[in-house]
């Protein structure tokens, strides 16, 4: 049985209402690309050095959006990150140049050891990018918070300082990391433990992995 007319009508009406509704809603913004950021360095480093200070200053992700964009065990160290120092060594390592950046790989061999480290605190295939100007590279990663671009800076200061209180030697091999997947999960494994360290089997732990780390990564004890 047909609905009545009026019914009919009244059905396209809302269609057609809702179809007005949807053209006239703003598209969804477009995910920030590699060539939107290298953009906005070549900017930064070409403008006011006090722009820039400014601009730099406000990299460091806020506590809300560290624990929403970490994984554990690194999403309980915001308290113990001090950016200051790193953001004005970032200030100073922008120069005019050429401006390149690409996605975040793990197993991208130009990769600082930071930049491998903090690989580890960002969920699998999150989109994150690291930056290189005049072919170096500028010792941070980088990420879009949908409105403004972020960098986990000091981050990789935090992991290296933990270890080197446990194990000053196996800070030397975490230091050593390559992209080599032996290497990098053994280094992994390395600071996993340390941040997750709890009683005397964990420091074991910590020692069994600092040995592995010692045969993959290539680097001795001092």
């Known amino acids: 049985m047909r609905p009545p007319l009026p019914a009919v009508l009244a059905g396209a009406a809302l269609a057609a209402a809702a179809a007005g509704a949807a053209c006239d809603r703003p598209p969804a913004p477009r995910p920030a690309t590699a060539e939107d950021l290298a953009a906005y ?26 624990r929403r964009t ?81 960098a986990l800076v000091g981050l990789d200061e935090r992991i290296e300082a933990r270890v080197r209180a446990l194990d000053p030697g196996c800070a030397a091999h975490l230091a050593a990391v390559t992209a080599s997947a032996d290497c990098a999960s053994a280094a992994w494994a390395v600071a996993n433990a340390t941040l997750r360290i709890s009683g ?4 074991d732990r910590v020692a069994r992995n600092c040995r592995i780390a010692a045969n993959l990564c290539g680097k001795r004890s001092p």
């Open 41 to 66: 360095v070549a900017d930064l480093a070409a403008g006011d050095p006090d722009a820039a200070a400014r601009e730099l200053a406000g990299w460091p992700l806020d506590r809300q959006l560290w």
């Open 70 to 150: 970490l994984v554990e065990p690194y999403r309980d160290l915001w308290d113990e990150v001090a950016p200051e120092g790193r953001l004005r060594a970032l200030g100073g390592a922008l120069r005019r140049g050429p401006v390149t950046a690409r996605r975040h790989y793990a197993d991208d061999p130009r990769l600082t050891p930071g930049q491998l480290w903090l690989r580890w605190a960002l969920p699998t295939l999150y989109p994150s990018f690291v930056v290189e100007i005049d072919g170096r590279p500028l010792d941070t990663v980088f990420l879009h918070d949908g409105v403004r671009w972020r």
């Open 200 to 203: 005397e089997a964990g420091r």
